[in-house]
């Protein structure tokens, strides 16, 4: 299109062979353009991209055929880019046209990736491209090299780099990870395929770390339980819930049972445990059941602040049968301890009620403990 383009910018009009090869070529494919499909969103889409030094071009399809075109003329400026940012510019417009496909879901780009190698391997780069390269960030893509090119893994952009880079900061000893791989019992098949085909399924091999589309894969080892530990409660996590600490750990991990393994240790968590078990008690109110015989169920009660008396007890603890309504009521000290009014409790109540030793022989004493030691 760009000689034609050219004439309407031209104070003079001029058509020469140039424009009617152009014009026929415009033509030809508009007759014989294969025809749009609908996109679907359940199926994967693929980008192609591609520059020249005119322009920049791209084909967003699906299952091999195209769902919409874009082309771009480049201005003097941009046609005197290096190859490599032109490539990089082609992408970006591609994106960029195609931003509400492709932003939700990871798809295919098909691109000359030594365009995205090159960048990466630069020491300064300059702010069009850290704007270029946020932008890129947003998506998550598989990078596809054209047949004829050298592949070489420029898959850099992608969040499994991002992830990488974040995780190694964050967490000491990543690196050991890699050993791992070849032994595992989950992942040991995956990654021998891996080695030889480089892509297999869904899974990937990067810097020598497993990936599962975006997410690095765990092999069975402590690191498991270290990883889901450091995002429920470690560092400035804040010992959130079973599903909120499985949807932070599903961001970025992957293994078999991550969420069973995630609900265990959660669960068992100490911290959540002692500052969260009132959340237990915010059910309302229900009456205690009946008894049906005297001595069976026991309710206990404190009167305290009392004169003091000469043996120093200043309190009472109060006794009753919740059957009968029978009452008992010992002397105690308001410092007593748990252990002093258990002790209290079987020399003055157990020894007036024998058939507790035989009818909840063992077991009882526990049983009756069991409040005082909570
Ligand atoms: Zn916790």
């Known amino acids: 299109m760009a000689p034609i383009t050219d004439c309407l910018k031209s104070k003079s009009f001029y058509w020469g062979a140039e424009q009617q090869e152009s014009f026929q070529l415009v033509k030809d494919a508009?007759?014989?353009?294969?025809?749009?499909?609908?996109?679907?969103?359940?199926?994967?889409?693929?980008?192609?991209?591609?520059?020249?030094?005119?322009?920049?071009?791209?084909?967003?399809?699906?299952?091999?055929?195209?769902?919409?075109?874009?082309?771009?003329?480049?201005?003097?400026?941009?046609?005197?880019?290096?190859?490599?940012?032109?490539?990089?510019?082609?992408?970006?417009?591609?994106?960029?046209?195609?931003?509400?496909?492709?932003?939700?879901?990871?798809?295919?780009?098909?691109?000359?990736?030594?365009?995205?190698?090159?960048?990466n391997t630069q020491k300064n780069v300059n702010r069009m491209h850290v704007r270029w390269l946020l932008f890129l960030q947003r998506f998550s893509f598989t990078i596809k090299h054209k047949p004829g090119i050298e592949n070489k893994a420029a898959d850099a952009l992608s969040r499994k780099a991002i992830l990488l880079n974040k995780l190694q900061t964050d967490l000491m000893g990543l690196e050991h990870l890699k050993d791992l791989y070849a032994g595992d019992d989950d992942f040991s098949k995956i990654w021998t395929h891996c080695l030889d085909t480089t892509q297999f399924e869904d899974y990937s091999i990067m810097h020598g770390f497993l990936f599962k589309q975006n997410l690095l894969c765990i092999p069975q080892s402590s690191w498991r339980q270290h990883l889901i530990r450091e995002v429920h409660g470690g560092g400035l996590a804040a010992h959130l819930g079973k599903d909120k600490t499985l949807q932070q750990l599903q961001a970025k991990f992957f293994w078999p049972r991550l969420r069973r393994d995630t609900f265990r240790i959660v669960d068992s968590c100490p911290v959540c445990q002692i500052y969260k078990g009132g959340a237990q008690n915010t059910g309302l109110y229900m009456p205690l059941p009946v008894p049906d015989s005297i001595w069976e169920d026991l309710s206990m009660d404190f009167v305290l602040g009392l004169p003091r008396t000469r043996k120093g007890n200043d309190s009472i603890m109060v006794v009753v049968d919740r059957f009968s309504k029978m009452g008992h009521f010992i002397s105690c000290k308001k410092t007593s301890n748990a252990l002093h009014i258990a002790n209290l409790f079987f020399t003055e109540i157990v020894r007036l009620r024998t058939w507790l030793t035989e009818k909840h022989h063992l077991g009882s004493r526990r049983q009756i403990l069991k409040p005082f030691l909570a």
């Open 30 to 119: 508009l007759t014989t353009a294969p025809v749009l499909i609908l996109s679907s969103f359940d199926k994967l889409f693929t980008v192609d991209t591609d520059a020249s030094a005119i322009g920049v071009g791209a084909v967003l399809s699906q299952t091999c055929r195209p769902v919409a075109f874009f082309s771009e003329k480049l201005c003097p400026a941009r046609q005197k880019w290096a190859a490599y940012e032109q490539e990089l510019y082609a992408i970006v417009r591609a994106l960029k046209q195609w931003e509400s496909y492709l932003l939700h879901q990871e798809f295919v780009l098909c691109s000359d990736n030594k365009a995205l190698q090159h960048i």
